[in-house]
Protein backbone atom coordinates (compact mmCIF):
# COMPACT_ATOMS: atom_id res chain seq x y z
CA UNK A 1 0.00 0.00 0.00
CA UNK A 2 1.09 3.52 -0.92
CA UNK A 3 2.55 5.44 2.76
CA UNK A 4 4.36 8.28 3.17
CA UNK A 5 6.48 7.99 6.25
CA UNK A 6 7.83 11.80 7.51
CA UNK A 7 10.76 12.11 9.56
CA UNK A 8 10.02 13.28 13.75
CA UNK A 9 9.28 16.12 15.69
CA UNK A 10 11.88 19.11 15.50
CA UNK A 11 12.58 21.73 18.42
CA UNK A 12 15.06 24.38 16.65
CA UNK A 13 16.25 27.50 17.58
CA UNK A 14 15.68 30.52 15.89
CA UNK A 15 17.94 31.78 12.54
CA UNK A 16 18.56 27.60 12.25
CA UNK A 17 17.65 25.49 9.49
CA UNK A 18 15.87 22.05 9.49
CA UNK A 19 15.01 19.61 7.18
CA UNK A 20 12.44 17.14 6.80
CA UNK A 21 12.18 13.53 4.91
CA UNK A 22 9.18 12.18 3.70
CA UNK A 23 10.00 8.79 2.68
CA UNK A 24 7.87 7.35 -0.09
CA UNK A 25 7.00 3.13 -0.53
CA UNK A 26 4.14 1.35 -2.20
CA UNK A 27 4.74 2.52 -5.45
CA UNK A 28 6.95 3.96 -8.26
CA UNK A 29 8.55 6.82 -6.81
CA UNK A 30 9.36 8.61 -9.89
CA UNK A 31 5.98 8.56 -11.41
CA UNK A 32 4.27 11.32 -9.01
CA UNK A 33 5.23 14.38 -7.76
CA UNK A 34 5.79 15.02 -3.91
CA UNK A 35 3.75 18.08 -2.72
CA UNK A 36 4.76 19.79 0.49
CA UNK A 37 1.78 21.93 2.81
CA UNK A 38 1.85 24.03 6.04
CA UNK A 39 -0.79 24.19 8.72
CA UNK A 40 -0.81 26.79 11.26
CA UNK A 41 -3.62 27.25 13.82
CA UNK A 42 -3.61 30.83 12.42
CA UNK A 43 -3.22 30.34 8.69
CA UNK A 44 -4.62 27.25 8.51
CA UNK A 45 -3.09 24.96 5.50
CA UNK A 46 -0.76 26.57 2.87
CA UNK A 47 0.62 24.85 0.04
CA UNK A 48 4.86 25.28 0.12
CA UNK A 49 5.44 24.24 -3.22
CA UNK A 50 6.61 20.82 -5.44
CA UNK A 51 9.46 18.96 -6.54
CA UNK A 52 9.48 16.43 -9.70
CA UNK A 53 10.59 13.54 -8.03
CA UNK A 54 11.66 12.20 -11.57
CA UNK A 55 13.85 15.75 -12.84
CA UNK A 56 14.69 16.94 -9.32
CA UNK A 57 12.56 20.28 -11.04
CA UNK A 58 10.56 21.61 -8.59
CA UNK A 59 7.96 24.86 -8.33
CA UNK A 60 7.71 26.95 -5.06
CA UNK A 61 4.60 29.07 -3.61
CA UNK A 62 6.38 33.22 -4.04
CA UNK A 63 5.85 33.44 0.44
CA UNK A 64 7.91 29.91 0.67
CA UNK A 65 10.80 31.13 -2.05
CA UNK A 66 13.85 31.21 0.16
CA UNK A 67 12.28 30.04 2.63
CA UNK A 68 12.45 26.25 2.06
CA UNK A 69 13.96 24.27 -0.54
CA UNK A 70 13.17 20.76 -1.79
CA UNK A 71 15.43 18.16 -3.06
CA UNK A 72 15.00 14.23 -3.73
CA UNK A 73 16.84 11.33 -3.36
CA UNK A 74 15.36 9.01 -6.05
CA UNK A 75 18.25 5.95 -4.38
CA UNK A 76 16.11 6.01 -0.99
CA UNK A 77 12.35 7.54 -2.43
CA UNK A 78 12.60 9.94 -0.47
CA UNK A 79 11.85 13.40 -0.82
CA UNK A 80 13.28 16.59 2.09
CA UNK A 81 12.35 19.84 2.43
CA UNK A 82 15.00 22.09 4.19
CA UNK A 83 13.45 25.25 6.15
CA UNK A 84 16.04 28.05 6.81
CA UNK A 85 16.25 30.87 8.95
CA UNK A 86 13.92 29.64 11.22
CA UNK A 87 11.33 31.89 13.05
CA UNK A 88 8.37 31.73 15.11
CA UNK A 89 6.57 32.23 12.21
CA UNK A 90 7.69 28.52 11.21
CA UNK A 91 6.79 26.96 13.75
CA UNK A 92 3.91 24.55 12.39
CA UNK A 93 3.14 20.84 10.79
CA UNK A 94 4.50 19.83 7.94
CA UNK A 95 3.36 17.64 5.97
CA UNK A 96 4.31 16.13 2.57
CA UNK A 97 1.52 14.35 -0.28
CA UNK A 98 1.50 12.43 -2.96
CA UNK A 99 0.92 14.50 -6.68
CA UNK A 100 0.16 18.29 -7.25
CA UNK A 101 -3.55 18.37 -7.45
CA UNK A 102 -5.71 15.82 -5.49
CA UNK A 103 -4.01 14.73 -2.73
CA UNK A 104 -5.00 11.25 -2.20
CA UNK A 105 -2.01 10.16 0.13
CA UNK A 106 -0.56 12.28 2.76
CA UNK A 107 2.12 11.97 5.07
CA UNK A 108 1.22 11.78 8.99
CA UNK A 109 2.72 15.35 9.21
CA UNK A 110 6.04 16.41 10.99
CA UNK A 111 6.11 19.15 14.00
CA UNK A 112 8.77 21.99 14.25
CA UNK A 113 8.89 23.92 17.00
CA UNK A 114 10.83 26.88 16.79
CA UNK A 115 12.03 28.41 20.17
CA UNK A 116 14.98 29.93 21.98
CA UNK B 1 -3.48 34.62 -5.51
CA UNK B 2 -6.95 32.82 -5.73
CA UNK B 3 -8.44 33.16 -2.27
CA UNK B 4 -11.09 30.40 -1.47
CA UNK B 5 -13.99 31.70 1.30
CA UNK B 6 -15.57 28.67 3.20
CA UNK B 7 -18.63 29.02 5.02
CA UNK B 8 -20.17 28.42 7.86
CA UNK B 9 -16.87 28.12 10.12
CA UNK B 10 -18.16 25.99 12.13
CA UNK B 11 -21.66 23.50 11.97
CA UNK B 12 -23.76 21.51 14.26
CA UNK B 13 -25.38 18.14 13.12
CA UNK B 14 -27.49 15.98 14.10
CA UNK B 15 -26.37 12.44 13.90
CA UNK B 16 -27.73 10.98 10.67
CA UNK B 17 -28.83 14.95 9.18
CA UNK B 18 -27.96 16.45 6.68
CA UNK B 19 -25.41 19.34 5.82
CA UNK B 20 -23.67 21.23 3.49
CA UNK B 21 -20.47 23.48 3.52
CA UNK B 22 -20.11 26.77 0.95
CA UNK B 23 -17.00 27.18 -0.83
CA UNK B 24 -16.42 30.44 -3.25
CA UNK B 25 -13.46 31.23 -5.15
CA UNK B 26 -11.89 35.12 -6.04
CA UNK B 27 -11.41 33.86 -9.52
CA UNK B 28 -12.93 31.27 -11.50
CA UNK B 29 -11.57 27.77 -11.29
CA UNK B 30 -12.27 26.76 -14.79
CA UNK B 31 -8.70 25.66 -16.20
CA UNK B 32 -7.93 26.74 -19.90
CA UNK B 33 -7.97 22.61 -20.49
CA UNK B 34 -11.36 23.18 -19.27
CA UNK B 35 -11.07 21.06 -16.18
CA UNK B 36 -12.19 22.61 -12.59
CA UNK B 37 -9.24 21.33 -10.24
CA UNK B 38 -11.52 22.13 -7.02
CA UNK B 39 -11.06 19.38 -4.26
CA UNK B 40 -12.25 18.49 -0.83
CA UNK B 41 -10.37 17.14 2.08
CA UNK B 42 -11.92 15.82 5.56
CA UNK B 43 -9.49 16.39 8.26
CA UNK B 44 -10.17 13.97 11.57
CA UNK B 45 -8.61 14.89 14.98
CA UNK B 46 -5.34 13.93 15.00
CA UNK B 47 -5.32 12.98 11.49
CA UNK B 48 -3.76 14.29 8.03
CA UNK B 49 -6.30 15.75 5.67
CA UNK B 50 -7.87 12.59 3.58
CA UNK B 51 -9.46 13.28 0.11
CA UNK B 52 -12.85 13.18 -0.59
CA UNK B 53 -13.97 14.68 -3.55
CA UNK B 54 -12.08 15.48 -6.67
CA UNK B 55 -12.71 18.11 -9.36
CA UNK B 56 -16.24 19.10 -8.20
CA UNK B 57 -18.16 16.13 -8.30
CA UNK B 58 -16.16 12.66 -8.17
CA UNK B 59 -15.85 10.73 -5.31
CA UNK B 60 -12.71 9.18 -4.60
CA UNK B 61 -11.79 5.86 -3.97
CA UNK B 62 -13.73 4.39 -0.77
CA UNK B 63 -15.71 7.91 -0.25
CA UNK B 64 -19.52 7.00 0.75
CA UNK B 65 -21.99 8.12 -1.61
CA UNK B 66 -23.22 10.03 1.47
CA UNK B 67 -20.62 13.18 0.36
CA UNK B 68 -21.64 14.71 -2.98
CA UNK B 69 -19.79 17.69 -4.47
CA UNK B 70 -21.34 20.11 -7.07
CA UNK B 71 -21.29 23.54 -8.51
CA UNK B 72 -19.21 25.32 -11.08
CA UNK B 73 -16.83 28.26 -11.93
CA UNK B 74 -16.75 30.12 -8.68
CA UNK B 75 -19.32 28.75 -6.17
CA UNK B 76 -19.07 25.25 -4.67
CA UNK B 77 -20.69 23.04 -2.37
CA UNK B 78 -19.85 20.14 -0.52
CA UNK B 79 -23.44 17.90 0.67
CA UNK B 80 -23.07 14.88 3.31
CA UNK B 81 -26.09 13.39 4.28
CA UNK B 82 -27.12 10.85 6.68
CA UNK B 83 -24.19 12.54 9.08
CA UNK B 84 -22.19 9.40 10.98
CA UNK B 85 -19.80 10.31 13.65
CA UNK B 86 -16.47 9.48 11.96
CA UNK B 87 -18.26 12.81 9.34
CA UNK B 88 -16.56 14.77 12.33
CA UNK B 89 -13.79 16.98 11.80
CA UNK B 90 -12.63 19.82 9.42
CA UNK B 91 -13.41 20.40 6.02
CA UNK B 92 -11.55 21.80 3.56
CA UNK B 93 -11.64 23.22 0.17
CA UNK B 94 -8.89 23.17 -2.48
CA UNK B 95 -8.23 24.87 -5.98
CA UNK B 96 -5.67 23.46 -8.07
CA UNK B 97 -6.41 25.24 -11.01
CA UNK B 98 -4.37 28.60 -10.40
CA UNK B 99 -1.51 28.33 -7.92
CA UNK B 100 -2.90 25.90 -5.24
CA UNK B 101 -4.84 27.59 -2.38
CA UNK B 102 -6.46 26.20 0.53
CA UNK B 103 -9.90 27.17 1.77
CA UNK B 104 -10.43 28.15 6.02
CA UNK B 105 -12.31 25.12 6.59
CA UNK B 106 -15.68 23.96 8.27
CA UNK B 107 -15.50 22.29 11.60
CA UNK B 108 -18.34 19.76 11.42
CA UNK B 109 -19.22 18.96 15.14
CA UNK B 110 -22.13 16.92 16.94
CA UNK B 111 -25.61 18.94 17.95
Known amino acids: QVQLQQSGAELAKPGSSVKISCKASGYTFTSYYISWIKQTTGQGLEYIGYINTGSGGTNYNEKFKGKATLTVDKSSSTAFMQLSSLTPDDSAVYYC?????????WGQGTLVTVSS | DVVMTQTPVSLSVSLGGQTSISCRSS???????????LYWYLQKPGQSPQLLIY???NRFSGVPDRFSGSGSGTDFTLKISRVEPEDLGVYYC????????FGGGTKLELK
Open chain 2, 27 to 37: QSLVHSDGNTY
Open chain 2, 94 to 101: YQGTHYRT
Open chain 2, 55 to 57: KVS
Open chain 1, 97 to 105: ARGIGGFAY
